[in-house]
């Protein structure tokens, strides 16, 4: 045994936290030797991790946080995604699609079974198709043993699972339950008996509890206009601290959060949540040399934004198509980042926005029959987007096109194409799959055309129906489900529906009314807001908080508050990407 530690190996088997502050150095060797191993097969391990040896471990995604362990004899499949400190106690069973918050304990014999079998009487069992909706569980929760977990369920944060109890259904945040099947039996903020009638959606940091507790207000100017108004306040008394910690002196760049890479979003999220809340840019440089230093970002060839290359330093953007364009992701959302943090810092681009500028009329509506309108739906309307700003940003600039009507056939095509059904564009969808990619699809879609230039959506009612029916799909919108992306996906079609047509205006309302109740309690005080759980692809900066949550939350915040009519409460109004404002007119009207 090495002379350094008296302890087994087997002992960090079944006691995994103590491995970082007593191992030997044989051991930590070891350990490093079988996480290289599960590095070769894709696996991503933060600081001070332990996997076991002994665990049974046969992933095709597994992703630990700092400080996260894997004991002895656990048997783990699938695809796992877990935050910080979180620990898998041996025996433990976690298998299919996975995701786990920070601060996640589960106990020893318990099972998360993000997967179910078929049983349909005109086959064999072991011959049914495998179905995997996953499991969620958030942020600080406790599953005692025992414990066995459905394919389907959330666990919202800071709950505490029983031991021996069997979960069917979500379990709403801060709830302590137990049983076969579980059942709530008290809020956990209760000291001294059952408080489930102040239990509300949502996350619910410290501090404003208390202001979203209660029964959903039927009175737009009761508790949740109070509660909004307060929001406000805190949100703006923080600005300046959130933004300044996402600050790096050394390299004179914004990251997201602290430890992320500096990114060219980073800095623009910056500049959006100052101007929001503050009314004024980022202290951290004046007005002008925030202008420069964006402005000196465009490429001056294709007149897009590329992102810093890994080093830090200037990106370099691949090779156009035949069209002339250049499919770059990162670059194409930075036509409407950069573009419009300019405008708020008093400026714009220099340059046009060149590969806009010299695609013809027909290049254009190749490109458009060419897009992955029936697979992925989100891409294509992201790619209307970024190519409608290019083109807004090139006549601020008085640029022509390369061929006069581009902008004209770009809304031509649009109208012609859309789904009479839907009131959309691309596929409807499948109960499998749901309308994810058509309604998020959409609304990249219509912000950056008809949105933007203040033109009305073809068939508002249609796209009320849709949208509606998707906000209760509980794979993205039960309590701890949502993230950024989908709820602002949501809310802004129903608010820009809404300026035209008062279809369903209830279900509207009360939709959010419950979004915005949850909304307001994810905020952390110092840090703003998290982006959310991953989006369908992974998408999506994950549950930390950072300047993209904090400036895509802000805006969606004030777009429920608007559907709700308490948006005056906030004393704010978005001016950037989010803006409800069209920015500019076409020049010509589009058919009614």
């Known amino acids: 045994m090495d002379a350094e530690t008296a302890l087994d190996d087997a002992y960090f088997d079944y006691c995994p936290w103590d491995f970082v502050g007593r191992a030997s ?53 699938g695809q796992v995604t877990a935050g910080d400190d979180c620990t898998v106690n041996p025996y433990a069973t976690v298998r299919g699609r996975i995701t786990l918050g920070d601060g996640v304990r589960i106990g020893a014999h318990s099972s998360l079974l993000g997967f179910n079998h078929g049983f349909a009487p005109d086959r064999p069992v072991h011959r049914q198709p495998l179905t995997g909706k996953g499991i969620i569980v958030g942020d600080d929760v406790w599953i005692g043993s025992h414990v066995v977990v459905l394919d389907g369920v959330t666990i919202g944060d800071h709950c505490v699972v029983g031991a021996g109890a069997v979960v069917t259904k979500d379990l709403a945040p801060w709830t302590i339950a137990a049983g076969n099947p579980a059942r709530p039996l008290r809020d956990r903020r209760a000291q001294g008996g059952p408080r489930r009638d102040r239990a509300v959606s949502g996350d619910q940091p410290r501090g404003l509890s208390d202001d979203l507790s209660g029964d959903r207000p039927g009175d737009p100017s009761g508790d949740l206009g109070d509660a909004v108004a307060r929001f406000a306040d805190r949100a703006r008394e923080q600005a300046a601290d959130l933004v300044a910690r996402c600050w790096n002196p050394d390299t004179g760049r914004y990251a997201d959060r602290p430890g992320a890479p500096a990114t060219v979003r980073a800095h623009c999220d910056a500049v959006e949540i100052a101007d929001l809340l503050l009314g004024s840019p980022p202290e951290q440089l004046a007005a002008d040399e925030h202008a420069a230093r964006l402005r000196a970002l465009q490429d001056p060839g294709s007149g897009l934004v590329p992102e810093f290359a890994p080093d830090g330093g200037p990106g370099v953007l691949p090779a156009p198509a035949a069209d002339g364009w250049i499919d770059d992701g990162n670059a194409e959302y930075h036509v409407l980042a950069v573009g419009y943090a300019l405008d708020l810092l008093g400026s714009r681009l220099t340059r046009p926005v060149h590969v806009v500028r010299r695609m013809t009329a027909g290049q254009l509506l190749a490109r458009l029959e060419s897009l992955p309108w029936r697979t992925r739906t989100w891409s294509a309307g992201a790619w209307v987007d970024c ?4 083109a807004r940003r090139n006549l601020e ?18 109208t012609t194409r859309v789904d009479l059904w839907t009131g959309m564009w691309g596929t409807a969808g499948s109960p499998a799959a749901g309308r994810l990619q058509l309604v998020n699809g959409y609304y990249r879609l219509t912000r950056g055309s008809y949105a933007q230039f203040g033109l009305d959506v073809p068939y508002a009612e249609r796209v009320v129906d849709t949208v509606l029916a998707h906000g209760r799909d509980q794979r993205w919108f039960a309590a701890g489900r949502e993230n950024a992306c989908n709820v602002l996906d949501v809310a802004h079609p129903l608010w820009l529906t809404g300026r035209r047509s008062g279809h369903r205006a209830a279900e509207v309302r009360a939709w959010a009314e419950e979004q915005l109740t949850r909304a307001l309690g994810r905020w952390r005080d110092g840090a703003g807001f998290g982006f959310g759980p991953a989006g369908e692809g992974g998408g999506g900066p994950g549950r930390e908080p950072g300047l993209q949550g904090t400036e895509m939350w802000l805006a969606i915040v004030w777009l429920l508050a608007d559907l709700v009519g308490v948006a005056d409460r906030l004393t704010y109004r978005p001016r950037g990407v989010h803006r409800p404002e069209p920015a500019r007119s076409p020049g010509f009207a589009t058919p009614g």
């Not at 996480?35 to 992703?63: D, I, K």
């Not at 190519?387 to 290019?390: C, I, L, P, R, S």
């Open 25 to 77: 150095a044989g051991q930590r060797a070891a350990q490093d030797a079988h996480q290289r191993r599960l590095a070769e097969s894709g696996a991503r391990l933060g600081p001070r991790c332990y996997v076991s040896p002994a665990a049974g471990v046969f992933t095709g995604t597994l992703r630990l946080g700092t400080d996260s362990y894997i004991a002895g004899h656990a048997y783990v499949t």
């Open 397 to 414: 600039l008085g640029v022509e096109d390369g061929e006069p009507g581009a902008l004209e056939a770009l809304f031509g095509w649009l």
């Open 387 to 390: 190519w409608a700003t290019g």
